[in-house]
T-cell receptor
Framework: KAGVTQTPRYLIKTRGQQVTLSCSPI?????VSWYQQTPGQGLQFLFE???????NKGNFPGRFSGRQFSNSRSEMNVSTLELGDSALYLC????????????FGPGTRLTVT | DQQVKQNSPSLSVQEGRISILNCDYT??????FLWYKKYPAEGPTFLIS?????DKNEDGRFTVFLNKSAKHLSLHIVPSQPGDSAVYFC?????????????FGSGTQLTVLP
């Protein structure tokens, strides 16, 4: 079974721009979660989508948003980029609602200049 | 407020010996704990998990121990191999009824010396 894929792998944007990142979960997985990893804050939960609905949201500003499509693929969007948004953005999928295990993709490295 | 803490940023162990990675948590509502391994430029790889109703779970060379009264868990790797060298994260979930909102520790860099 193919793993979680994320595109693009690397991205450079300028302050004030917006960016969209894409995630394809493991086939059959309906839950997709997004995390941000930075050297200062570590791995932090952004939000989780299940059946096209946002189920949980972490403590991030409204500039961070996401959506999920009927095929479970997910996108996250960051508007009005700030330098502090430079991070590794990780997507994880989960196949069973009675289990907590999440399987991560390789991440998208976003650099904001 | 760090709810999940890994107080050792690094650990070095000889090949063949036991590696013990530790993790403490403060939120008693967590009811599920996981360990992940991460190599540079890759996403975290799931290793092993444990529910709060258990105190031990084994999977091959990996064993996780949970001490709820101490709010402490540990990952034992026996025997350690050079390929185990990576950053290890513990994570916790289940607080606020949210199964998917994992809270991660800051990670421990494990180096297994040949």
């Amino acid at each position: 079974k193919a793993g979680v894929t994320q595109t693009p792998r690397y991205l450079i944007k300028t302050r004030g721009q917006q960016v969209t990142l894409s995630c394809s979960p493991i086939s059959g997985h309906r839950s997709v979660s997004w995390y941000q990893q930075t050297p200062g804050q570590g791995l932090q939960f952004l939000f989780e989508y299940f059946s096209e609905t946002q189920r949980n949201k972490g403590n991030f500003p409204g500039r961070f948003s996401g959506r999920q499509f009927s095929n479970s693929r997910s996108e996250m969007n960051v508007s009005t980029l700030e330098l502090g948004d430079s991070a590794l953005y990780l997507c994880a999928s989960s196949g069973r609602d009675d289990r907590y295990e999440q399987y991560f993709g390789p991440g998208t490295r976003l650099t904001v200049t | 407020d760090q709810q999940v803490k890994q107080n050792s940023p690094s650990l070095s162990v000889q090949e063949g010996r036991i590696s013990i990675l530790n993790c403490d948590y403060t939120n008693s509502m967590f009811d599920y704990f996981l360990w992940y391994k991460k190599y540079p430029a890759e996403g975290p790889t799931f290793l092993i998990s444990i529910s709060s109703i258990k105190d031990k779970n084994e999977d091959g060379r990996f064993t996780v121990f949970l001490n709820k009264s101490a709010k402490h868990l540990s990952l034992h790797i026996v025997p350690s191999q050079p390929g185990d060298s990576a950053v290890y994260f513990c994570a916790a979930g289940g607080a606020d009824g949210s199964a998917r909102q994992l809270t991660f520790g800051s990670g421990t860099q494990l180096t297994v010396l040949p």
